[in-house]
């Protein structure tokens, strides 16, 4: 129910829609507006909005709403939470900012709102949130106009923020990669639903979601995050950016969110525990929600990575990010076999190296990377590959794209690209997301993401493990 009337839900209410469109309440009104909801502009005194009938309040509405977006300033929002739950709304969602995390006044504000809803089925969001987008179901309450901001296409990344502006950030990112979402949610200051609840709610099977990736700077309820984490882990990874790591951080994450961060040092170890992926920047979040979205998660007994290149200096680079466990991800290069060997030679120029990794050099064209490429997936040392491209180089084109899904989808075997070439790379790469097949405009993200699919589902089975332990202990 809740999953339901915050993310598709059939009567939507905005409170402060405004005839003005420089406001965000018109911003957010002709957004919803594409939904395929029912949604009514809710203002005192306007009669008219974007060509649709105002109402003055909640309570003069046709029917109630499961959704209420309130538009209006924070002083006002505790009075219109009370008259929503009155009214039987299901979920409300207050934008404005202004609330714990400016003091006591705003506390204040925040415990009326908390008692309102207290005993009642009207959940809250937020406050001081952007709210929600379901791209699937045209849903988006952001006061940012669709101009300024690109909004990711339909998928199954579920992505939640802490922070409104990281957020944005997420959102943009994952439009850019042509990572499709299942959803973003804004979790602001979390005083009624929190990342625990979400969690479950969007593992649960039809949901949408096959990956879950959080921005926090601190817990809600730390207990309950990490257990609702353990009992999808495996199913649906979570991936984890945790702000506020030093005492520095915390401190700005507490000003920012008027919430506490605990030690980083234990908090890391929980999450292991748990089941959690952790990452450490905006991009390593949505580049591995993006690579676990796409790749098989079953666990390995290796992980030997082949890599496939056009470039000498990227192949030794590659190498270097792949094996150091200092300034890389520590995996292990793939000895080829003396076949794979053999092979390689035939497709390759006979300058080139058939050693790992494997150089294919600037005379590299779409067919001869597919038929190499083909030949390393067949190798049974081989667990994944790294395959890299020069688009620039004049033999090559989009053609080599094609050939890389193709293959990838051939074997089963993991394989990530990155795609390095002229300005634009973000056609070609979106591309082969498409296909299906995760791929980064530098060396180094694809490396990161690589590492992740092919070691969280060893992190995912050590969970798993645990939770069954746990399960049987609680039975006897």
């Known amino acids: 129910m809740l999953i339901h009337q915050l993310l598709s839900p059939r009567t939507i209410a ?25 949604v009514y502009p809710v203002h005192p005194s306007a009669t008219r909005i974007l060509d649709q009938s105002v109402w003055p309040s909640i309570r003069s509405l046709p029917e ?37 995390e400016t003091g006591p006044e705003g506390r204040k504000l925040e415990a009326r709102m908390k008692a309102a809803i207290r005993g009642s089925s009207t959940r809250l969001l937020g406050p001081n949130t952007l709210g929600v987008i379901n791209p699937a179901y045209a849903l988006d309450t952001f006061f940012l106009p ?58 649960r099977p039809g949901s949408g979601t096959s990956v879950i990736g959080l921005y ?17 882990a495996g199913e649906t990874p979570v991936v984890l950016l945790k702000a506020g790591r030093t005492a520095t951080g915390a401190r700005a994450a507490s000003l920012h ?26 991009l390593e979040l949505v580049d591995t929600c993006l690579a676990l979205s796409l790749v098989r998660r079953s666990p390995l007994s290796s992980t030997r990575v082949a890599v496939l290149t056009c470039a000498g200096g990227q192949g030794v680079m590659l190498t270097d990010y792949i094996e150091s466990t200092t300034r890389g991800v520590g995996l292990s290069m793939a000895q080829l076999s003396e076949g794979t060997r053999l092979r390689l030679k035939e497709i390759i120029p006979t300058f080139a190296s058939s050693a790992n990794p494997v150089d294919l050099t600037g005379e590299a064209s779409p067919p001869m990377y597919e038929a190499a490429l083909q030949a390393v997936l067949e190798d049974a040392g081989v667990d994944a590959v790294l395959a890299s491209v020069v688009l620039q180089l004049p033999h090559m084109d989009d053609g080599v794209l094609e050939a890389i899904a193709r293959q990838a989808a051939r074997y089963g075997k993991p394989v990530v690209a990155a795609l390095i070439g002229p300005k634009d790379t ?51």
């Open 146 to 203: 669709d101009d300024r901001l690109d909004r990711p296409g339909p998928g199954s990344i579920a992505l939640l923020s802490q922070s409104g502006a990281v957020g944005v950030t997420l959102v943009a990112t994952a439009a850019a990669m042509g990572a499709g979402i299942s959803c973003f949610v804004g979790l602001g200051n979390r005083l009624d639903i929190g990342e625990a609840e979400l969690v479950r709610e969007l593992a």
């Open 257 to 282: 969110t008027g919430s506490m961060a605990g030690p980083d040092r234990v908090v890391d170890g929980v999450l292991r525990q748990y089941g959690v992926w952790r990452v450490f920047d905006d």
């Open 216 to 232: 926090l700077e601190s817990f809600g309820n730390g207990p309950a995050f990490v257990e609702a984490c353990r009992e999808v």
């Open 426 to 476: 973000q056609a070609p790469f979106r591309a082969l997301v498409g296909m299906g097949v995760p791929a980064y405009p530098s060396l180094w993200r694809a490396v990161r993401a690589l590492a992740a699919v092919l070691r969280y589902p060893q992190l995912a089975a050590r969970a798993r493990r645990a939770r069954d332990l746990a399960r049987i202990g609680g039975t006897r």
């Open 64 to 100: 109630p709403v499961e959704l209420a977006v309130l538009a209006t300033p924070a002083a006002t929002v505790p009075e219109l939470v009370e008259e929503c739950v009155a009214c039987g709304v299901g979920v409300v969602i207050p934008i404005a900012g202004g609330f714990g």
């Open 14 to 38: 905005v409170v402060g829609a405004s005839p003005n469109p420089s406001k965000i309440g018109h911003i957010i009104f002709r957004h919803l507006l594409k939904s395929r909801a029912r």
